[in-house]
C-alpha cells in the first residue's frame, strides 16, 4: 500500500489565493523556472533526485520512481521509498521541490528535505493485508471524499458512488490519518462484492465515521491564512533573522475584510470539501451568518464561504472559481469550475448550471 505525502509547503493555501482572487486579480501558477535550470525537465529532476536520496538511504530502504493516477484523471510521478519487511510505502512528490531547485536550491537540500519528510512519515510496522477483507474491521474506518462526477467518469465506472448535485459522493478505508499525511484505499466495486455491502450500507457508514474521524473546522478566512502562512514560512524557512522587528501588516482593502470570506474544512486540512456533507453543518454555518451564502470550492481540500450581503453575483463568484482553477489550483485538487448556493430557509445547497 502507498502512502501519499503532501508536497513541500512551497506555493500559497488555495484559500489566499481565492482571497488575492477577489481583491487583485490572478496571477500566473508560477511553475515556470529560470533559465538558467529550465534545460532540466521534471522528469530528469525526479531521477535525479532519486539518485541523490538512494546514496543517502540505508540498504534496506529501496527508493524508486512512482507514477500515481490521481483525482480528476490526472498523473503525479513522484518517489516512493520503500522499507524491507514494511508494506506500507510513501511515495513523496516532487513538484514544489522542482520549482524550488529551478531558483536555486540545490539537489542536495532537495535530498535531505526529502529524507527529513520521510523519517516524519515512514511506518514502523506492516499493515495486515487480510483485515481489508474483514468488513466487521473495516466498516468503522469507511470514509467519504467529494470528487468531480465529470471528470472522473472513468474512475466512477469501477467504484460505487452517489451523484450529490453535479459531483460525486466517493468511498474510503481510512488506514491512517496524521497532520503529516493520510494511508486510505478507495472502495472498488470489487470490495463491495467481496464484503457483501450496498451501496447505501457505506454511505450510511461514511455518514457516521467521517465527522468522527475528520470532524469539520469553520474558521474566518483571516484566521486560515495567518496559521497556514505562519507554518509555510516555518518549514520554507523564514528569510527574517532572529530579533528583527516584524512588518506592521499591511491594511485589508475593505472588499476582503475577514467577515467576507470563510473556509470550511476538516481537522487535517485534507479533502475537506466533504464537510459540505456532514449532517446540519451547513445549516449551523447559515445560523451563525445569519444569511444565506455562496459555497466557492476552491479544491478538493477546503471550501470558501462568502456571505450573500457582499454585493457579488453568482455569475462573477463562477468566473472567478473557473479563472483560479486555471491558473492557481492544480488539476488533481479542482473539485468545480463554478459556485454554489445554500439558502438557509429552504436548508438546501444548490447551483445554477450555465445555458
Request: proline share 4%; glycine share 4%; aromatic share 10%.
Amino acid at each position: 500500500m502507498i502512502l501519499s505525502i503532501p508536497n513541500a509547503p512551497a506555493h500559497p493555501p488555495a484559500c489566499q489565493i481565492f482571497l488575492s482572487g477577489l481583491s487583485a486579480g490572478n496571477s500566473t501558477r508560477g511553475k515556470n523556472c529560470s533559465k538558467e535550470r529550465s534545460i532540466m525537465t521534471y522528469d530528469q529532476f525526479v531521477l535525479r533526485v532519486r539518485e541523490r536520496v538512494e546514496e543517502k538511504t540505508e540498504a534496506s530502504v529501496r527508493v524508486t520512481v512512482h507514477t500515481a493516477v490521481k483525482n480528476n484523471g490526472t498523473r503525479r510521478k513522484g518517489l516512493t521509498l520503500t522499507e524491507k519487511g514494511i508494506n506500507i510505502a510513501p511515495t513523496i512528490f516532487l513538484e514544489e521541490y522542482y520549482q524550488r531547485f529551478c531558483m536555486g536550491l540545490s539537489e542536495e537540500c532537495v535530498a535531505g528535505e526529502v529524507l527529513e519528510l520521510y523519517a516524519r512519515v515512514r511506518f514502523r510496522h506492516s499493515w495486515e493485508a487480510k483485515k481489508l477483507k474483514d468488513y466487521g474491521y473495516v466498516k468503522d474506518r469507511i470514509v467519504y471524499r467529494l470528487v468531480n462526477r465529470k471528470a472522473n467518469q472513468e474512475l466512477l465506472e469501477k467504484a460505487p458512488f452517489r451523484p450529490f448535485l453535479d459531483l460525486a459522493i466517493v468511498y474510503y478505508v481510512m488506514v491512517e490519518a496524521a497532520e503529516s499525511g493520510t494511508a486510505a484505499m478507495m472502495v472498488c466495486k470489487e470490495h463491495q462484492e467481496l464484503w457483501q455491502v450496498t451501496e447505501e450500507e457505506l454511505y450510511q457508514r461514511a455518514c457516521r465515521n467521517t465527522r468522527r474521524i475528520l470532524p469539520e473546522e469553520f474558521s474566518a478566512m483571516k484566521t486560515v491564512i495567518m496559521e497556514l502562512s505562519e507554518a509555510f514560512l516555518e518549514k520554507a524557512g523564514d528569510p527574517k533573522s532572529e530579533g528583527e522587528p516584524e512588518e506592521e501588516p499591511e491594511e485589508e482593502p475593505e472588499e476582503v475584510a475577514s467577515d467576507v470570506m470563510y473556509v470550511l474544512t476538516n481537522r487535517l486540512r485534507s479533502h475537506g470539501a466533504a464537510a459540505v456533507l456532514y449532517e446540519g453543518c451547513l445549516e449551523k454555518i447559515a445560523a451563525e451568518l445569519a444569511c444565506n451564502y455562496y459555497v466557492l470550492p476552491s479544491s478538493i481540500h477546503e471550501v470558501i464561504l462568502t456571505p450573500d450581503r457582499h454585493g457579488f453575483s453568482y455569475e462573477e463568484l463562477s468566473s472567478m472559481v473557473k479563472e483560479i482553477n486555471e491558473s492557481q489550483v492544480r488539476e488533481e485538487e479542482v473539485l468545480s469550475d463554478h459556485a454554489y448556493y445554500y439558502d438557509r430557509n429552504r436548508k438546501e445547497l444548490t447551483y445554477f448550471p450555465c445555458s
